[in-house]
Every structure is written in structure tokens, then in C-alpha cells.
């Protein structure tokens, strides 16, 4: 074995892989372009009839005007051919300008494809309305355009080969069309004819922008004699072109007779061996078959030689075989004779242009070697390629899914940055998808907590939602904003999925884009799973991360498998969003799930009209997110409703209970909330109810930053009694009644998109009182104002929050006060810092059921009786039943457990467990065990009011009494 033809071999053997799947199962390929593709059936069914895996293009051109069908490629593939079509798109620039023309023009392309002929080939040109074809138009629009046309054509036909052209043989111009990332969008790319100069950059520009391409010779003039058209196809094979396609508008039938031999002949996989090619012709070329190392033969005889004498370098090679077009035979070469170096073939009175078969000795062992050097590997498809199916199968189903219609049940669970109380709100009624327009949704039913809202129709809320972005990830754009890099491969759901990771191209500031990762089933190029992270948001909306969950169904919406036929549809979808609201970092958990959905069915506008025409709170996702849909007074039907009132009054009545208070508390007040108050974004909360008040101001995007910047005011008019607890008895008598007010200036900044970092200024004026009990002889502390300077981080992601938290405190005055000889007063304590960390997590099941767990641990230096933690209703680490004042520690260790479930939809219940390790010296506590349970219910009360309750009652500990907790509130619109 030679060295020379071990190469062969190591070449062939890495072939496939270098090369991709692009290259065609022939060398040299070719074909005729005609204006009438029906006029080359005939002769196409003459004998010989084309080989069955011969290569034999027929290219016309179709206008996309509706009229093009696609009847010719059908039964030119019928026939054994290749059809090939140059679509040309006449769409005036700018496209971005255009949409509508562009879109019509897209739909005629995608709908010609759509009976998926086989083998077929499609060339995208375009020439705008009004231009030279000759003048190229801008690579920028034009690589939109072939990004469009390109999923729009393998949406509905995944089969079909897609090529640019004809490009301008302009290197510079073609490193501008690939640079907007174009190669994955394309199986090649052709050219007309131009200088051997030009076209050898241009073909090396896109061989070198997308190695995998194939480059074609299109509009070659047809040569004179026309068996002189075998060597102009390998010559241009030589030159690199993968086909060439022969310009031929005044069809002959007897053209195809050499181009029907090329196909038959050199079909397989062929590859251009100058090493082999013979010497003593005009010109030669040799193709070496990789199955066997044979060889195909193109040999042009010189002008009016009475014998053709070929000499191959290979000693090897031998039987050689003349193969003749018209009429069609083969003339074994007897004649030919190997010499030691050498295989010599005479040919007498030769054709201008001579096929040849040459055989090859030894191919046993060849074969040997060929199995030694073969590359196995396990290919690893470019992101872009996965990325241009992927838009290709939802560009095709786009096309089959006119509208759908379904049931959306979304629900929104708003959290604070700590605790496991949460307020749940499911909006549920019939959305209406239409293909290109933005659907429309009906809140046919409301659950609070699980309650179902009796009201005649669901109220308008204020909608607090994030920015839309300036582009979305995985579509088709002009302009390059994301960036993306295959991960690898990952299964989900049984489903063997590409992971694809995505983010900005450029910074995020103002353009709401997103970073995150798709799943991209490997089979049919459909999305699994899509998780997302918005970034650059300026809104009160600090962060939002959404995961999408895809499933494949039916026109009915029944489940059906993953296929092409099948409407893959993001049912379910879960996220998080974390809101600057009122000085406080809330959690707003999201689920969406869409129900009974009907794809493409024939009651979809009657349905929507009856919609449109009932009395259901309707919403409109519009570019500026959702918006209500209101009625519409004059002309029938719904309008975008443009701003809506930001302000909402309620009124809030109820009553509050525990041990330490003389009476029940009456509460009755009005509760105002504003979410745009004086300014967009800016917030205002305002309760008063007599003996409280309650103020909350927030900015939470102050001075256009991302900072929030508030104050909130509290006042209690009524005193509260402050009980002693020491060595497992009550002190009545060094008992001490106190009124607070405060006021608390707050600064927040996020981190991430999970993470935000606040601290506050607050200052406490505390009044202190004689309880009825109260000794003579005791000293009341002085009346104080405390300055706090505090510093918190809260993390929250999935469910799961952390919040970490610490505050240094300074009264303004601090002597002695107690009981005489009091040793608990140390003045030192005039400071004191406290600390706290606590973690927490909700999981909601069907049904509104949820199941809560938190952690707290706090702790403190230099704590006394009036700084300790409490356990109260309004503690930091309530234990229900306990009384305010009643207990306190230095430290303590918390834990609590909700349990939460609905009844008929009328009320809901969560049941609740509290505990406390409790460690105070003064008071005696070690690890004191303070437990308590409680019952909390929400229910619908007449007139359209909510009616909460909560109450609790020890059963570990030192307190044994009772706390409860009614409050009715009523919005009005």
C-alpha cells in the first residue's frame, strides 16, 4: 500500500465528519435551469431512466404571488429528478418597513412547501420592487430575509435544502451576510458566472464562514457541443463548486442525455482526486468512489485526436470501462495494460469528452485499511443549527395553528421577604389566542385563598407587572441581541433534549432581555422547557424568572405524542417575581396552567363574541403588557382601556383580643392604596381607624435608579400593657403600659435578580404608663426616642427565602427605672444591637392547599426588658395564644408550620402550629418551650366583603390565655 493511496483512504475516511451532511451524494453534481420544468418530463422518462439514486437537478423560478404550484416538483421527483426552485422575493426594502408585503410573501413560499416534494431544493433570491437585479442588495436585510424564508420553508418541510442566491461574488459583502449568522439557516449558496478570480474568493468566503455549505455554479451557459457540459461540471467541481447548474431557456430534450450519464455515473460518495487524474488529455479529472477507491473518469480529448492515450498514475487501477450518452453503453477497454508504475488506457477515435470507469485492485485489503482509519465520533450539532429548527418547527406549526382557545387558571401567591403567611389570587376564565395578534382573556372566576369572589363581576386591580422586552430570545431577529452556546444534552420528561444557553449580546439596561436556557428536543426540534431570567427591568418589578413547560396535544387538547402532526404548547408555567412594594422585598410566586384548549375550532369567534359581550373583567396583553379590556360604549364590542384609577379605597372594620388589653379593641378606619401616586411607580399606603394609623410611602425606582427609597409612619393610640414574667410567675406589680409611634426611612437595592440589600433609619418615640397594678415605689422608665439604624438581605428564589438581618439601637435617654434595687437596669444598655436569620418555604398543592414551614433564630447584645423579643400578635416571632408583652428573651429559636385548605370554595382554613425555644436570664427561661396553635379562615361576608379570622391559643408556656383576630374589609371601585 502507498503512501499516496493510504491518504486517499485517511481522507475519505474523515470526510463525512470535516464535511458535515451538507455535501451531496455526487461529484460532480449538475443540472439544467429551465423556464417550463414540465417540458423536461419526457426526456427524463426516456431510456435510460435516471439510476435510482442518481442526481439530476431541474431548477425554474417561481414568483410569490400566489400563483406558483407546486405540481412540477412533484412530478419532476416523480420522474427521478432533483427539483430545485429560486423563489424570488420581491418585497421593497426596508423589510422591518414591509412586514405586511414580506408576510404575504412568506406565506406563498411556506404554502408551495407544504405538500413537501421530495429531494427539492429551494434558492431564496430576492430583488426588491423597483431594483436592478444586477445591483446586490444590502447583506444585512438580505440575511433577514434568508432567515425568515429559510423557517418558514423547513417549518413545513424539514426535508427540503435551502440556499442563498444568487450572492454577489463580493468576499467582503458575503462576510457581512455571514456575520449575521446566517450558515445555520443554509445548505449552500450559489453564484452566477464571473472571473475565475472573483469566484474563488467568494467561494472561499463561504466555505470558510460555514464549512459545511455548498457552494453552486448557477446560470453557467450551456456549452456547444453539449457533451463539452461533462467537463464544464467538473471543472467547476475542481473549482469548488458542489453543483453546477446549466442555464437552458430554449430546452432541448436532448440536452439531459450527458447530464442523465453525469447522474448516473458519478453518483455516490464521490470526491474530487487530482492524484489520480490521467495524464495525455486536454484536460482530466478523476473521482475516487469512497466505497471501493474506484474511480470516475472526465477526460476532454484534444481538438481533432484520432486516439486519446490516458496514462494513471497507479499501477493499482485496471479494467477500464467507456461509457457513451447517446444512445447508452458501456465499451470495456481492452486494450488497457498495467505497467509497474502505471495504468495505460487508449481510447481510438475519442468523443470530445470521454467517461470513464476505472476498477481498482485489491480492495480487501483496501478495506482493511479503510475499517483501521475510520473516525467514529458522536457529532455535536452547531447551537445554530439547532436554533434554525427550532424556528423552523414553530414557524410550521404557527402555520397550521390559526388560534386556540382554553381555559387559564393563573395564580399569584405574594409573600413577604419572610414568613409563611401568603395571599393567594387565581384569576381563571376563558383566553383566546389568534396568530399574530395578542390574546385576550376573561377573569370568569376569582379565588382568594381559595374563596371564590360572589361579587357580580371581579374588580380592577392595579396591574403590577414587568416591562415587555425589546426582543425575545430564540426568534428571528434584524439586529443581534442574544448570544447563544449548546450546553449539551440533557433528558426531560423521557425526552432527549439539545440544552441551549442564552443571553444578551449587548447590555440589558432599559431593554428588559432575558438570559436563561431552552431545551430543544432532539427528535423534532420542539421546545421541552424554556427557563428565562428578565434582566435590566426598571419598574417596581425588581426580578422575574419564568419556566415554561411544553406538552404536546391535539386539536382537541387531548395528549398525543411528540410529532411533527402534534401542537406543542407551553401549558404549564411557573415563576417568580420579586416586587419593591411599600419599603418591603415581596415574593410573588406564579403558576399559570391553561386547560381544556381547542386548537383551530370552527366556535372560536362565536365564542369570543359571547365573551366580548358578558359582563366578565377582561384583559389584553398588549406591547405594554396587560391591559383591560373594557366595553365599548359606542361602537359595541371592547376597547384597550387607556390607564385605569391606581387608587383604591377600602374599608376595614374589626376587632383585636389578648390578655393585655382591658377590652376588646374596636378597629374601624378606611385603608387607601396608590400605585402611582403623584408620579408613575410611586406608592402609597394610608390606614386610619381611630386609635391607629398607619402611613407607607415608597419610590421604588428613586431618582430613576434602582434604588427605593420610603418612610413608613405608625401610631397606636391605645396603650398596651407590658407584663413581667420571672421564675415561672407574673409580676403584676412591676407591670408597665406603653405607647408607641414611629417612623422609619427606608433604602433598598437589588442584587441579581434574587438578591436585594436594605437598610432603614427609624426613629421610635415610646411612652410609658402605670398599669393599675403598678407598685408606688417602681420607676418607670423614661420617656424615650429611640434611634435604630438597621441593615438587612433577603434572597429569594423557587419558594425559598433567606433573610438575614441586624440593627443597632440608641435611646435618648436610659436611667434607672424598676423596682428599688432593681438589678436588671444596667445603663450600659442605653445601646444595644439585635440579629436576626430566618428561612421559609411554601408548597402549594391542588386544590389551594399549602403547606408552610419557617425558621427564625434571633439574638441580641445588651438587651432589657423593653428591648427583648416578644411573642405577641405584633412580634417578630408571634407564637399564637401568646400576649403582647406577656414573655421575653434575649434569644430564641422558632419554628412555624401552616397547613392550609379550602372548603367548597366558601372558606378557608389554614391550621397553625408555633414554637419557641425561648433563652432569657433575667426571666428565668432556658430554652423555654413556648408552643401555641391557631385557626386563621377567610370567607366571603355579605355586600361583597372579606371577612378574616384569627385566633390562637397557648398550649406550652408560661401563658394560657387566648388572642382573636376579626377584620371585614370592602373595596370600593
Known amino acids: 500500500m502507498t503512501l499516496r493511496r493510504l491518504a486517499v483512504v485517511t481522507t475519505l475516511a474523515l470526510a463525512p465528519s470535516l464535511a458535515g451532511a451538507a455535501t451531496p451524494p455526487c461529484a460532480p453534481c449538475a443540472g439544467i435551469e429551465v423556464s417550463d420544468p414540465f417540458a423536461a418530463l419526457a426526456p427524463l422518462a426516456a431510456t435510460p431512466p435516471l439510476a435510482e439514486d442518481a442526481v439530476l437537478y431541474v431548477a425554474w423560478e417561481a414568483e410569490l404571488d400566489g400563483t406558483a404550484s407546486p405540481a ?96 454577489p461574488a463580493d468576499a467582503s459583502w458575503l462576510e457581512e451576510l455571514y456575520g449575521e449568522e446566517t450558515a445555520a439557516y443554509l445548505d449552500g449558496a450559489t453564484f452566477e458566472p464571473a472571473s475565475a478570480e472573483r469566484l474563488a474568493e467568494a467561494v472561499a468566503a463561504v466555505v470558510a464562514a460555514d464549512p459545511g455549505s455548498e ?122 495494460r498495467r505497467t509497474a508504475d502505471a495504468l495505460l488506457v487508449p481510447i481510438a477515435d475519442p468523443a470530445p469528452v470521454e467517461v470513464l470507469r476505472v476498477e481498482r485492485a485489491s480492495i480487501e485489503e483496501l478495506e482493511g485499511i479503510a475499517e483501521e482509519v475510520t473516525v467514529a465520533t458522536d457529532r455535536q450539532m452547531p447551537v445554530e443549527e439547532i436554533l434554525r429548527r ?38 381563571e376564565g376563558e383566553v383566546f389566542v389568534r396568530q399574530g395578534q395578542p390574546f385576550d382573556w376573561a377573569w370568569q372566576n376569582f379565588y382568594l385563598n381559595g374563596v371564590k369572589w360572589r361579587g357580580k363581576s371581579i374588580p380592577e386591580i392595579p396591574l403590577i407587572q414587568p416591562e415587555k422586552a425589546a426582543a ?112 418591603t422585598a415581596v415574593v410573588v410566586e406564579k403558576e399559570v396552567n391553561l386547560t381544556q384548549v381547542v386548537v383551530n375550532g370552527p366556535e372560536f369567534d362565536a365564542r369570543r363574541d359571547a365573551v366580548f359581550a358578558s359582563e366578565a373583567t377582561m384583559v389584553r396583553d398588549t406591547d405594554q403588557g396587560l391591559r383591560y379590556l373594557v366595553p365599548d360604549e359606542q361602537g359595541g364590542g371592547r376597547v384597550v382601556k387607556e390607564g385605569y384609577d391606581t387608587g383604591k379605597l377600602f374599608l376595614l372594620g374589626g376587632v383585636f383580643y389578648d390578655d393585655s388589653l382591658d377590652y376588646p379593641l374596636p378597629l374601624a378606619g378606611v385603608n387607601y392604596i396608590d400605585l402611582a401616586f403623584r408620579a408613575p411607580e410611586r406608592q402609597l399606603n394610608a390606614f386610619f381607624g381611630g386609635v391607629l394609623g398607619i402611613v407607607n410611602y415608597a419610590d421604588p425606582r428613586f431618582l430613576g435608579s434602582k434604588l427605593d427609597l420610603g418612610v413608613d409612619v405608625f401610631g397606636f393610640a391605645i396603650k398596651t400593657s407590658d407584663q413581667l414574667y420571672r421564675d415561672e410567675v407574673e409580676r403584676p406589680l412591676e407591670e408597665v403600659r406603653e405607647r408607641p409611634a414611629r417612623v422609619t426611612f427606608n433604602l433598598g437595592f437589588p442584587i441579581g435578580n434574587f438578591v436585594k440589600i436594605s437598610t432603614d433609619y427609624q426613629l421610635a418615640w415610646t411612652q410609658y404608663f402605670r398599669a393599675d397594678d403598678t407598685a408606688d415605689d417602681f420607676v418607670l422608665p423614661q420617656d424615650n426616642l429611640t434611634q435604630r439604624l438597621g441593615l438587612g438581605i433577603q434572597f429569594a428564589r423557587s419558594g425559598y427565602r433567606l433573610n438575614l438581618r441586624g440593627a443597632w439601637h440608641d435611646r435618648s435617654d436610659w436611667e434607672f427605672w424598676g423596682l428599688p434595687g432593681n438589678e436588671e437596669f444596667d445603663p450600659q444598655q442605653k445601646d444595644y444591637l439585635t440579629w436576626e436569620a430566618s428561612a421559609s418555604k411554601n408548597w402549594y398543592f391542588s386544590k389551594f392547599r399549602k403547606l408552610g414551614v419557617e425558621l427564625n433564630w434571633s439574638g441580641g447584645r445588651d438587651l432589657d426588658r423593653f428591648s427583648k423579643y416578644q411573642f405577641g400578635f405584633f412580634g417578630g416571632n408571634r407564637v399564637h395564644g401568646y400576649q403582647i408583652g406577656k414573655v421575653r428573651a434575649e434569644e430564641a429559636l422558632a ?70 383576630y376579626l377584620v371585614f374589609l370592602k373595596l370600593f371601585d
Open 390 to 427: 427550532l424556528q423552523a418547527f414553530e414557524d410550521g406549526q404557527s402555520r397550521r395553528l390559526r388560534h386556540y382557545q382554553a381555559v387559564n387558571a393563573t395564580t399569584l401567591r405574594f409573600q413577604a421577604a419572610a414568613g409563611v403567611q401568603a395571599v393567594e389570587a387565581t384569576f
Open 72 to 167: 412540477a416538483a412533484h412530478a419532476l421527483a416523480g420522474a427521478g429528478a432533483t427539483p430545485w426552485i429560486r423563489l424570488r422575493f420581491r418585497t421593497p426594502g426596508p423589510l422591518l418597513g414591509n412586514v405586511e408585503a414580506l408576510e404575504q410573501e412568506l406565506e406563498a413560499a411556506a404554502t408551495l412547501a407544504a405538500s413537501r416534494p421530495e429531494r427539492i431544493r429551494y434558492e431564496i433570491a430576492w430583488t426588491p420592487a423597483g431594483a436592478d437585479e444586477a445591483t446586490p442588495p444590502s447583506a444585512r436585510e438580505y440575511a433577514y430575509l434568508v432567515k425568515r424564508a429559510a423557517v418558514a420553508l423547513s417549518g413545513v418541510d424539514p426535508d427540503a435544502r435551502i440556499l442563498a442566491g444568487p450572492l
Open 895 to 964: 419554628a412555624h408550620l401552616t397547613y392550609g385548605f379550602e372548603i367548597g370554595n366558601l372558606l378557608r382554613l389554614d391550621a397553625v402550629g408555633d414554637a419557641a425555644w425561648a433563652t432569657d436570664e433575667v426571666s428565668g427561661l432556658d430554652r423555654e418551650l413556648l408552643a401555641g396553635v391557631g385557626l386563621q379562615g377567610i370567607f366571603m361576608g355579605p355586600w361583597e366583603t372579606l371577612i378574616s379570622l384569627d385566633v390562637g391559643t397557648p398550649v406550652a408556656g408560661p401563658d394560657d390565655g387566648i388572642s382573636v
Open 215 to 336: 457552494p453552486v455554479l448557477v446560470r453557467a451557459p450551456l456549452p456547444t457541443p453539449r457533451a463539452d457540459l461533462l467537463a464544464e461540471a467538473a471543472r467547476a467541481s475542481a473549482a469548488g463548486f458542489a453543483a453546477t447548474l446549466f442555464s437552458d431557456e430554449a430546452f432541448d430534450p436532448g440536452d439531459l442525455a450527458p447530464l442523465k450519464l453525469l447522474a448516473d455515473e458519478f453518483q455516490g460518495d464521490l470526491s474530487l482526486d487530482r492524484s489520480t487524474a490521467p495524464t495525455g488529455a486536454r484536460e482530466a479529472w478523476s473521482f475516487v468512489r469512497g466505497s471501493d477507491l474506484a474511480l470516475r473518469v472526465i477526460a476532454a480529448a484534444p481538438a481533432g485526436a484520432d486516439e486519446l492515450a490516458l496514462r494513471f498514475p497507479d499501477p493499482q487501477l485496471k479494467d477500464a470501462v467507456r461509457v457513451i450518452a447517446e444512445p447508452r453503453s458501456e465499451v470495456p477497454l481492452a486494450s488497457a
Open 472 to 583: 425575545m430570545p430564540l426568534e428571528i431577529l434584524f439586529s443581534k441581541e442574544y448570544r447563544y452556546e449548546l450546553s449539551g444534552t440533557e433528558t426531560i420528561d423521557g425526552r432527549d433534549c439539545w440544552v441551549v444557553d442564552f443571553e444578551p449580546n449587548v447590555p440589558a439596561g432599559g431593554k428588559g432581555l432575558y438570559r436563561g436556557r431552552v431545551w430543544v428536543d432532539r427528535e423534532i426540534y420542539a421546545r421541552v422547557r424554556t427557563r428565562a431570567v428578565q434582566l435590566g427591568l426598571e419598574g417596581e418589578v425588581l426580578s422575574n424568572e419564568e419556566t415554561m413547560e411544553y406538552t404536546p396535544i391535539d386539536a382537541a387538547g387531548a395528549p398525543a405524542p411528540w410529532t411533527v402532526s402534534s401542537f406543542i404548547l407551553p401549558l404549564r408555567t411557573v415563576g417568580q417575581q420579586l416586587l419593591s412594594a411599600f419599603n
